[in-house]
T-cell receptor, first 112, second 113 residues
Framework: SQQGEEDPQALSIQEGENATMNCSYKTSINNLQWYRQNSGRGLVHLIL?????REKHSGRLRVTLDTSKKSSSLLITASRAADTASYFCATPPYSSASKIIFGSGTRLSIRP | EPEVTQTPSHQVTQMGQEVILRCVPI?????FYWYRQILGQKVEFLVS????????KSEIFDDQFSVERPDGSNFTLKIRSTKLEDSAMYFCASTDRSEQPQHFGDGTRLSIL
């Protein structure tokens, strides 16, 4: 199945440090998206990277995509307490323009 | 910034009862979705809706489930006869174009007793 699987499952770092989360997927994609979910809230879209892009930046976020390895990474630089959340990669299947498949997520905790 | 709103935030229902979860998508969006997240598990796709009909549904979305866009603003998910295993967070999402980022509501926590 076309699922993103994040690693690590949980990550705890000191405020100000950088956080890196990885995602692997199984089949070809048109794009890969990263979402954040604060506890008890809905998912918030962070960034979308297309299959013909290798790297994309948005503020303190940097996303890379390696289609040959079917993997992506999300880097959050200079982490803040407010970055504490779960982060999910999500892939729309080629076979469907109607849905996105979420991975299990990385639970990120920022220690003050 | 426009947002997707969902009501109620928490619904407690007896097993076997019908429940309707309500969503108001972003006004100019055309594609609507329902997802669910069982506690501690992944966000799972249930159904997508476009042009007043279901575009795609998952195996979870069986005959007990239905969706409706009764007017120009609301998008509802109905569970006809709830089961204990329907307890989950249900998220509504919308987007203006397919394959674009989806905008999510804060969800309805459904608890089946």
């Amino acid at each position: 199945s076309q699922q993103g699987e994040e690693d690590p499952q949980a990550l705890s770092i000191q405020e100000g440090e950088n956080a890196t989360m990885n995602c692997s997927y199984k089949t070809s994609i048109n794009n890969l998206q990263w979402y954040r979910q604060n506890s008890g809230r809905g998912l918030v879209h962070l960034i979308l990277i297309r299959s013909n892009e290798r790297e994309k930046h948005s503020g303190r976020l940097r996303v890379t995509l390696d289609t040959s390895k079917k993997s992506s990474s999300l880097l959050i630089t200079a982490s803040r307490a407010a970055d504490t959340a779960s982060y999910f990669c999500a892939t729309p299947p080629y076979s469907s323009a109607s849905k996105i498949i979420f991975g299990s997520g990385t639970r990120l905790s920022i220690r003050p | 910034e426009p947002e997707v709103t969902q009501t109620p935030s928490h619904q407690v229902t007896q097993m076997g009862q019908e429940v309707i979860l309500r969503c108001v998508p972003i006004s100019n969006h055309l594609y609507f979705y329902w997802y669910r997240q069982i506690l501690g598990q992944k966000v799972e796709f249930l159904v997508s809706f476009y042009n007043n009909e279901i575009s795609e549904k998952s195996e979870i979305f069986d005959d007990q489930f239905s969706v409706e866009r009764p007017d120009g603003s609301n998008f509802t998910l109905k569970i006809r006869s709830t089961k204990l295993e329907d307890s989950a967070m249900y998220f509504c999402a919308s987007t203006d174009r397919s394959e674009q980022p989806q905008h999510f509501g804060d969800g309805t926590r459904l608890s089946i007793l």
